[in-house]
C-alpha cells in the first residue's frame, strides 16, 4: 500500500483539484502509456478508491525511479496545502472505534 500522503495526491489529481500538481504529473506520465492511463482513470471516477490507489502506487515507483520529481511532487502538494491552509488528517492501523477527521470544530461532537 502506498504512503498515506501519495493517496491524498492521488485523490486531488483525480479530482483536478491542483492544476500544478496535475500539470507536474501529467509530464511525468507524458511517456508513459500505462501511468497516464491510470491518471485518466483515475480522473474519470475520482470517487473511486480502487483507481486512486493504484495512481498513488504508480506515483510511488515514479518517485523511487526519479527523486527531482519526487521532490517537485512533495514540493507542489506542500504548497498546496500552505495556499489552501489545509490539514492532513491520517489514520493508520486498525479503528474499532468512532473517528472525527476534521479541520476547524467550534462547538460539540456527537456520536
Same mark, same amino acid.
Given at each position: 500500500m502506498p504512503e498515506p500522503i501519495l493517496v491524498s495526491i492521488a485523490a486531488a489529481l483525480a479530482a483536478k483539484g491542483a492544476t500544478g500538481l496535475y500539470d507536474l504529473v501529467k509530464r511525468k506520465f507524458a511517456k508513459d502509456p500505462q501511468a497516464i492511463a491510470l491518471l485518466e482513470a483515475a480522473t474519470a471516477a475520482p470517487e473511486d478508491t480502487q483507481p486512486i490507489t493504484a495512481l498513488a502506487e504508480r506515483l510511488h515507483e515514479a518517485e523511487a525511479a526519479d527523486g527531482e520529481f519526487a521532490e517537485a511532487l512533495r514540493a507542489e502538494w506542500q504548497q498546496i496545502s500552505l495556499d489552501? /491552509?489545509?490539514?492532513?488528517?491520517q489514520v493508520t492501523g486498525n479503528v474499532t472505534g468512532k473517528v472525527v477527521q476534521a479541520r476547524d470544530i467550534h /462547538?460539540?461532537?456527537t456520536f
Open positions: 489552501r /491552509g489545509s490539514v492532513s488528517n /462547538g460539540d461532537i
